[in-house]
C-alpha cells in the first residue's frame, strides 16, 4: 500500500473509532454476544421439545466461553452491490465479547467490560474506548448482558420482544424500545430450527440498509478460554 | 465625661458593634484568594473563570473496580441515572459518552464542511481535487462506508461526499480517546454541578449525596466498588474544612490559655472580664473596619487576627500591671504616665503591620487593616475607657520572684553574658550563608499533598497526556480576534510539534475557525470544484464500486458562518467551554499542551502579541520571588521607620540602638535557626520575623522608658504582654495549615528572646523623660 495512503487511512480509522466509531463497533460486538448465545442451545443441548422464549432464554444462558463460525452480508445503499465477510464470534460471560474477522481481511473488535477494543492487523492499528453509557451501544451491550445471564426482564428494559413458532422453526424478533434515532435499529430478526439454536439473524437499520449473519456452531475446544485471552492481549498488543 | 457614663456608654456600644459584625460581615474563606491574586486583566479574568466558571463546577469522579476487575457497564449507567436525580446537579457523563457529540457533529459541523475543513487551504485542496486524490479519497469513502460506522458514514456522505468534515475531526478525536480510561478497572465520570464550586455549603452537601449514592449502589449491586473524586469543589470543602478547623482549634485553645494566663497574672475574674469586653469590642469594630474596606472578610484574617488579639491585649494588660488596684483618678494619672511608651510601642508595631500590607501577599493586606486597626482601638480604648471600668485589686504577680531573680542576674553578669551574647551573634551571622529562599510557592501548603497526590492519580487514569496547570493563553477585544490569534498559534505549534518540542495540543479547531478562514476556505474549495474535477470524482466512485447516483453530486455552497453561540448551544460546548472565556472588555482562549519543553514553546510563541505560555506554577513561583522581594524591601523599610521613631524620640543614636538590640538580636538568632536547620525562607517567614521585630521593640521601648519608675513592676508588665503574645502566637502551632505554623515559630520563639534579652542588653541607669 502507498505510503500516504497507508498513514491517511490508519488516521480515519482512528478519526472514529473514539466516539460515533465506537458506538457502531460495540453495536457490531454486542450483537456477537447475542449470536453466541442464541447458539448456545446447539451446543447444550438439542432435545426437540417445542421451543419457547423462556426455555430459548434459558438454553441461552451460559456460564462457558461460546465460540462462533459467523458469514455476513451487508447490502448499503451507498454500495453498488452487496459485501460479504466472515469470521468468529466469541463470548466469555459475563462481559467479554469478541469479533474476529477473517474475510476479506483480518480485524479483531472486542467488549471486555465497559472497555472497548479494536485491532486492525493489516494496517497495524490498535484503539481502545470506553463504553458511552449513554448510547445505543450500551443499551445493546446490557441487554447482551442480560441475555447471557438469562435475564429476560432486564433484556425486556430495552426491546419489545415478540416469540413465534412457525413450521419447522422459531422466530425472536426485538423491537428497540429506545427512540430510533439513538438506536438506528428498525428491528432484529432471529431465526433458528424447532429445538436447534439461531442460524441466522437480520438485522435492519431505519435507514433501510441490512446486514445478515448466516451462523454455524464452531467446533468446541477446551482451549476457548486461551484462545479469548490470546485475542484480548492481542488486542491489547500485548502479544 | 464622668466615669460611670463612659463606662456606661462603653458596655452599651460592645454588644452593639457585636450584633453589627454579626449581620454585616461576610467572611469567605477560599484559600487561593487569600493566597493568590493575579497580576494582569488576563489572570485575574483567569483566576476568577478558574474560581466560579464552569471549570470550577466540575467533578471529576473514578470509579475502581480494583486489581485485576471490570467496572460492570450496567453499574456505570445505573449510578449516572442515580447521580443526575441528585439536587444541584446540572450534568454527569462519561467522558466517552458521546452520542450527543456525534449528532451535534453531523447537525451543527456536517452543513459547514465547506468552510471548516482545513486551517491552510492552500496547501492541501489542489492535492485532494487532484485526479489522484479524488481516487484516494473514494477508497477511503468505501473504507468508511464498509467500517463499522457505516450509519454515521452515511448520514455525512450524503451531504459531504468528499468526507471533508473529517479533515478537521481527525485530529480531535485522536485526542478524545487520550481522555478515556485504557484501563477497564476504571470508570471516570464529569459532573457539572449547578452552584460554583467555592460554593462550600452547597458543595459539601452534593458530594456527601454523591458518596451516599455510590455507596447504595455499591451494596445494591453486591459490588465492592471504591469511589475517588478530584475537582475544584473537592479542594474548595477540603480547604474550608481546614481553615474552619484551625480556627476553632486556634480560637478556643488562644482564648482558653489567654484566660488562664490573666487568671494567673491578675487573680482576678472581673479585670479577665473588663480587658476580654473590650478586646470584643475591638474584634467587633477591627471585623466591621474591614469589611468596609475589602467587602468581606477572609476566615484566614480571623484565624491570625483572632492571635492578634494577643497583640492588642498586651496594652491593656501594661496598663493593669501598673494601674490595678489603684482609685479613679489614680488610674488615669497611672495609665497617663506610661501612655507614651504604650504609643510608641503601638506606632511601631503599626509599622510591622503596615509593612506586612505592603508585602503584596493579598490575605496579608487584609490582615493589615484588620490588625492595623485592631491595635489603634485597643491603644485609644487603654487610654481613654480602661481607667474607667478597671476594678479589682492588685494581685502580686507570680512570676515576680522568678522575673527579679532573672533581673538581678542580668546585672551581676551583665559584662560575661554581653560577651557570651556578641560571640553568639558573631556564631549566628557567620551561619547566614545556607540561609535559602523557598523557590516554589506550592511548599507553602504541603496539607493539601494528599488531595494533590489523588488529584494527579485520577487525572493519569483519564488525561494520559494534557498538562491542565500550564497552557497557551490567548487575549483579545472579541471572539473573532483571539480566533485569528489561534490560528496564528496553531502554525508556530504544529512546527513545535514537527521539532519534538511538543507531543500535542487541543484547541478550539476543529470545533471552530475564525470568520475570515472560514470565508477563505468557502472560496477555495468552491472555486475549485469544477466540471472536470466532479467529472473525474464521478470516475472515481465507479472504479470503487460505489453509488454515484448518490454520491456523485458535490453539493457544498456557499453560507453563514460558524459561530461561536452555535457551538455553545449544542452538546458540542462541553468540550469548548475550558477553552474560551467571554468577558465584557476582552476574550480569552487557552489552547492546553501535552508533554512539551516550556522553554520552547513560549520562545515559540514570542512575537505574537496578546500571547503568552501560561504556567500556573510558574505564576505561583514567580509571585513568591516578587513576594519574596517585596517583604525585604518592606521590612528594610519598617525597620528604617522605627529606627527613626525612636530617633525622634530619644535623640540618641546609643539609646535608639540599644532599645532596638533586643528585637535586632532575636531577629538574629531566629535568621541562624532558619541557617542551622536548613529550613527554607519564604516571605511568609520573613513577615513573621517582621511582626517579631515590631513586637520586641516595644518592649525595648517599655523597658528603656520604664515610666512607672520601678523596673520591676515594668518588666512585670512586659512580662504579661510577652507571655500573651508568645502564648497567642503559639497557638497558631496548633494549625494544620503550614502557613499559619511558620507564623508560630518565628514570632512566638522572637518575643521570648526579645524579652529575655532586655535586661541583659539595656543598663537602666536613669529614667527617660
Redesign the interface.
Known amino acids: 500500500m502507498d505510503r ?2 497507508k498513514t ?2 490508519h ?15 460495540g ?2 460486538v454486542g450483537i456477537v454476544g447475542l449470536i453466541v448465545l442464541l447458539q448456545i442451545p446447539r451446543i447444550l443441548l438439542a432435545d426437540g421439545t417445542v421451543d419457547t422464549l423462556v426455555s430459548v432464554m434459558a438454553r441461552m444462558h451460559s456460564t462457558q466461553p461460546v465460540k462462533i463460525h459467523y458469514r455476513e452480508t ?1 447490502r ?6 452487496p ?1 460479504q465477510g466472515s469470521g468468529f464470534f466469541y463470548a466469555r460471560p459475563p ?1 467479554v465479547m469478541i469479533k474476529e474477522q477473517w474475510y476479506p481481511q483480518r480485524e479483531i ?1 472486542a467488549l ?4 472497548m477494543l479494536y485491532y486492525d492487523p493489516f494496517n497495524d492499528v490498535r ?10 451501544l ?1 443499551v445493546h ?2 441487554a447482551f ?1 442480560a441475555l447471557l445471564n438469562g435475564d429476560l426482564s432486564r433484556l425486556k428494559d430495552s426491546y419489545r420482544i415478540a416469540f413465534q413458532n412457525q413450521t419447522g422453526h422459531w422466530l425472536i424478533t426485538l423491537l428497540p424500545r429506545q427512540d430510533a ?2 438506536t ?1 435499529i428498525n428491528k432484529i430478526s432471529i431465526k433458528g430450527p424447532s429445538g436447534q439454536p439461531a442460524d441466522r439473524m437480520e438485522i435492519d ?1 431505519l ?1 433501510g ?1 441490512r446486514t445478515v449473519y448466516e451462523l454455524q456452531a464452531a467446533e468446541k475446544t477446551r482451549l476457548l478460554d486461551q484462545k479469548i485471552d490470546h485475542l484480548l492481549a492481542e488486542l491489547q498488543g500485548n502479544v | 465625661m464622668p466615669f460611670r457614663w463612659r463606662r456606661w456608654l462603653f458596655y452599651s456600644l460592645v454588644p452593639l458593634l457585636l450584633v453589627m459584625a454579626g449581620f454585616s460581615v461576610h467572611f469567605k474563606t477560599d484559600l487561593s484568594a487569600f493566597l493568590i491574586a493575579g497580576e494582569n486583566a488576563d489572570e485575574i479574568l483567569l483566576a476568577s473563570e478558574m474560581q466560579s466558571g464552569a471549570l470550577s463546577k466540575r467533578y471529576i469522579l473514578s470509579i475502581d473496580a480494583g486489581e485485576g476487575q471490570v467496572v460492570a457497564p450496567g453499574f456505570v449507567a445505573q449510578l449516572l441515572a442515580q447521580l443526575q436525580q441528585i439536587e444541584g446537579v446540572e450534568a454527569v457523563w462519561s467522558p466517552g459518552q458521546v452520542r450527543a457529540v456525534t449528532s451535534s457533529i453531523q447537525r451543527v459541523l456536517l452543513p459547514h464542511a465547506a468552510q471548516m475543513y482545513s486551517l491552510n487551504p492552500q496547501s492541501g485542496l489542489q492535492s485532494l481535487l487532484s485526479d489522484q486524490g479524488l481516487q484516494q479519497r473514494a477508497a477511503m469513502l468505501k473504507k468508511a462506508v464498509l467500517s463499522p460506522q457505516a450509519s454515521l458514514i452515511k448520514t455525512m456522505a450524503l451531504q459531504d461526499p468528499l468526507l471533508l468534515t473529517l479533515n478537521s475531526l481527525r485530529s480531535r478525536f485522536g485526542q478524545m480517546q487520550q481522555l478515556i480510561a485504557h484501563n477497564p478497572r476504571y470508570q471516570n465520570l464529569i459532573l457539572q454541578t449547578l452552584a460554583a464550586g467555592l460554593d462550600v455549603p452547597a458543595q459539601r452537601q452534593i458530594q456527601q449525596h454523591i458518596r451516599t449514592v455510590f455507596g447504595h449502589l455499591n451494596v445494591d449491586s453486591a459490588k465492592s466498588y471504591q469511589l475517588d473524586m478530584t475537582g475544584v469543589p473537592v479542594f474548595a470543602e477540603q480547604t474550608q474544612r481546614l481553615i474552619t478547623g484551625d480556627v476553632i482549634r486556634i480560637s478556643l485553645l488562644s482564648s482558653i490559655a489567654l484566660s488562664l494566663l490573666f487568671l494567673g497574672l491578675f487573680r482576678s475574674f472581673s479585670t479577665l472580664l473588663q480587658v476580654a469586653v473590650m478586646m470584643l469590642a475591638v474584634v467587633a469594630a477591627a471585623l466591621l473596619i474591614t469589611q468596609s474596606v475589602f467587602g468581606f472578610v477572609h476566615a484566614m484574617t480571623l484565624a491570625i487576627g483572632t492571635t492578634l488579639i494577643g497583640i492588642c491585649i498586651d496594652y491593656p494588660i501594661h496598663a493593669v500591671v501598673h494601674a490595678q488596684g489603684e482609685d479613679e483618678q489614680q488610674r488615669v494619672v497611672i495609665i497617663s504616665g506610661i501612655w507614651p511608651s504604650i504609643f510608641l510601642g503601638g506606632a511601631t508595631t503599626l509599622i510591622g503591620y503596615l509593612a506586612l500590607g505592603l508585602s503584596g501577599y493579598p490575605g496579608f493586606q487584609q490582615i493589615a487593616v484588620y490588625a492595623g486597626s485592631g491595635i489603634l482601638l485597643s491603644l485609644m480604648l487603654t487610654r481613654y475607657v480602661l481607667p474607667s471600668i478597671l476594678t479589682g485589686k492588685r494581685s502580686s504577680n507570680i512570676f515576680s520572684t522568678w522575673l527579679n531573680a532573672w533581673m538581678n542576674f542580668c546585672e551581676r553578669r551583665r559584662t560575661g553574658l554581653r560577651i557570651g551574647l556578641i560571640l553568639l551573634m558573631l556564631g549566628a551571622l557567620s551561619s547566614f550563608s545556607s540561609l535559602h529562599w523557598m523557590q516554589d510557592l506550592q511548599q507553602l501548603t504541603p496539607e493539601l499533598d494528599a488531595l494533590k497526590a489523588l488529584d494527579q492519580r485520577i487525572r493519569q487514569r483519564m488525561i494520559s497526556s494534557i498538562e491542565p496547570g500550564r497552557f497557551i493563553l490567548i487575549s483579545g477585544k472579541d471572539v473573532e480576534t483571539v480566533l485569528q490569534k489561534a490560528e496564528q498559534v496553531y502554525v508556530r505549534l504544529d512546527k513545535l510539534q514537527k521539532q519534538g518540542a511538543l507531543s500535542d495540543y487541543i484547541g478550539l479547531y476543529p470545533w471552530l475557525l475564525s470568520k475570515r478562514q472560514q470565508q477563505q476556505n468557502e472560496n477555495m474549495l468552491l472555486a475549485g470544484l469544477t466540471v472536470k474535477v466532479r467529472n473525474a470524482w464521478r470516475a472515481a466512485l465507479i472504479q470503487q464500486g460505489l453509488a454515484v447516483n448518490k454520491l456523485a453530486d458535490l453539493p457544498y455552497a456557499v453560507s453563514e458562518p460558524l459561530m461561536l453561540k452555535q457551538l455553545l448551544a449544542s452538546p458540542l460546548q462541553r468540550l469548548i467551554d475550558n477553552q474560551i472565556i467571554i468577558s465584557d472588555q476582552q476574550t480569552l482562549c487557552m489552547i492546553w499542551l501535552a508533554k512539551h519543553q516550556p522553554q520552547a514553546v513560549r520562545e515559540g510563541m514570542a512575537g505574537l502579541s496578546g500571547v503568552q505560555y501560561f504556567s500556573q506554577r510558574d505564576l505561583l513561583n514567580r509571585m513568591a520571588v516578587a513576594y519574596q522581594q517585596r517583604a525585604q524591601i518592606t521590612l528594610m523599610l519598617g525597620l528604617g521607620v522605627i529606627v527613626l521613631l525612636l530617633l525622634m524620640r530619644y535623640k540618641s543614636l546609643l539609646l535608639t540602638l540599644q532599645t532596638l538590640l533586643p528585637a535586632l538580636s532575636a531577629a538574629l538568632f531566629i535568621l541562624a535557626g532558619w541557617a542551622i536547620t536548613g529550613q527554607a525562607i519564604s516571605f511568609l517567614h520573613l513577615v513573621g520575623f517582621l511582626l517579631a521585630v515590631a513586637i520586641c521593640v516595644d518592649y525595648g521601648i517599655f523597658f528603656q522608658e520604664n515610666r512607672a519608675g520601678n523596673l520591676l513592676l515594668t518588666y512585670q508588665a512586659m512580662a504579661a504582654s510577652m507571655l500573651t503574645s508568645a502564648l497567642a502566637f503559639g497557638s497558631l502551632a496548633v494549625a494544620k495549615t503550614e502557613a499559619l505554623q511558620t507564623l508560630a515559630q518565628v514570632v512566638a520563639l522572637g518575643v521570648i528572646l526579645g524579652f529575655l534579652l532586655c535586661p541583659i542588653i539595656i543598663r537602666h541607669t536613669q529614667k527617660i523623660s
Open positions: 500516504s495512503k491517511f487511512f488516521d480515519f480509522r482512528g478519526i472514529f473509532y473514539p466516539n460515533a466509531y465506537r458506538t457502531r463497533i453495536r457490531k451487508r448499503l445503499e451507498l454500495l453498488a452491490k459485501w462481559a473488535m471486555n467490560g465497559s472497555q484503539h481502545a474506548a470506553q463504553l458511552d453509557t449513554e448510547s445505543a450500551s451491550v446490557l448482558q434515532e439513538l438506528g437499520l435507514d440498509d
